[in-house]
């Protein structure tokens, strides 16, 4: 396996200090020291720490649709049940059971916090985390025969969503369960094919 590059040495340092952090409590020394990293090898690849953050959030995106649809694609849940498992991968994820690392909450809710302005580039980003796990769940209900599928996958979001959060702020995987059982009723009110 070939060895990272140094761009990716220094979002790797970046994004695990973000995501157990936040972005206004890590600086760039604390990313450079983290990561033995010269501050040229950072401005080099990213000229920023707008740039950087920014870099960090899309990598992130990546890493969360591509675990989420693994996770629902693997799911032995009938086609009908299948969206379910988006709440299963959740529950797995803030117990700290999958590859992305410990739960310490949604880095694109923490981004859109931090960052409040709504033209602001990072909050652009951390909106559009969220319009790009709703298609993934839009398209998981098309596939399950779900009419409607975009207004059904923005009601599972908010579930999903909420309960990330209530993880978070408890400690506790309790709020997913109350959500998994939500979107068990709504599903099976919502008209199929």
Known sequence: MPRPSRRDDVLDSALGLFVEEGFRAVGIERILSEGNLAKMTLYRHFGSKEAL???????????????????????????????????????????????????????FVR????????????HEAAKKAKEDLRQLITALAEKAGYLEAEDLAAELLVLKEGASVLCQIEGS?????????????????????
């Not at 086609?79 to 959740?90: I, K, S």
């Not at 981004?111 to 990072?122: H, V």
């Not at 959500?179 to 599903?187: D, G, M, S, Y």
């Open 53 to 107: 953050i920014l870099a960090a959030l899309e990598r992130r995106n990546r890493q969360v649709l591509a675990w989420f649809g693994k996770r629902i694609g693997e799911s032995p849940l009938p086609p009908p049940e299948r969206p379910l498992a988006l709440f299963d991968a959740l529950e797995d994820w803030a117990t700290g059971k999958t590859e992305l690392g410990p739960f310490h909450g949604c880095l």
């Open 173 to 193: 995987t309790e709020p997913v369960a109350h959500a998994r059982r939500a979107a068990r009723a709504r599903l099976r009110t919502w008209l199929r094919l």
């Open 111 to 122: 981004a859109a916090g931090e960052f409040p302005d709504l033209a602001d580039p990072i």
